[in-house]
């Protein structure tokens, strides 16, 4: 895929300009070894179930995520395209309970259906993302934990410039505005390999602060998730464009 290499190199050429471009290559190649995997284990949630689930994945720091939910006010889950995001909720639901994940329907309607079928066979919800805000807040008001992906370019309509990676980039504030309005707790959470122990690891995080400052709260999560990915280069989406968007009178980086 010649077309998303290149933009995985662009990326990691922005993000690790200390790096050579021997060693950007090799985080490129693990990117793909690393959808390869997502896509494997995709594949297999049908023969998942409570009793193999750990087979697959396991725990760590899970008891952030059940003191946060302790607090009545639901839980805003925040992840990325980062490890095995499809696993991570699907066994969260096995092991734990189920939650609501938001979704953007995917362009081809069968490959769509089966995707959605597959999300859902561990006892997830699903939100679609144009009744996201609704969507959310009723399952934060019933207690309910949201996975939300917070790693995506969005248009300045949407988001704030956040510094990531030395870059800006354009980052939607939607989700520090509803942790803001809920006081949900706002706990990240990963599915992230390991080659040590052959399966992933779905590692949740102490909860982000959350001050009301929609750009400085978006800033804040962000540096989380960056130094999450900077522990896990070749785990992350590369081949997104994130900086995409860019700051008025900026040159387009793509």
Known sequence: MPRL?????????????????????????????????????????????????????????LEHYLEAKNSGRGVL??????GNWELSA???????EPMHVMIRPLDDPAIDR????????????????WDGARGVLRALRDNQAVGILIDQNTSPEEGVFVHFFGTQACANTAFA?????????????????SDQERR???????????????????????????????????QWLWIHRRWKTRPPGEPPIY
Do not use: C
């Open 177 to 193: 505005k509803i942790a803001a309005r809920t006081g949900a707790p706002v706990i990240p959470g990963f599915a992230l390999w």
């Open 90 to 96: 699907f066994a969260h639901a096995l092991m734990t």
């Open 200 to 234: 992933y690891i779905l590692r949740f995080y102490p909860p982000v602060n959350i001050t009301g400052n929609a750009e400085e709260d978006t800033q804040r999560i962000q540096q989380v998730l960056e130094q999450v990915i900077r522990e896990h280069p070749g």
């Open 77 to 82: 889950v925040a992840t990325a395209h980062l």
């Open 5 to 61: 290499r290149r933009t995985a190199l662009r990326n990691l050429e922005l993000a690790y300009p200390e790096k050579t471009l021997a060693e950007r290559k090799a985080i490129a190649d693990e990117v793909f070894r690393s959808i390869a995997r997502l896509l494997a284990t995709f594949a297999r949630f049908p023969q998942m179930n409570r009793k193999n689930i750990h087979e697959w994945i396991r725990y760590e720091g």
């Open 114 to 129: 089966l995707v959605e079928e597959r999300r859902q066979l561990s006892g997830n919800y699903l939100i679609v993302k």
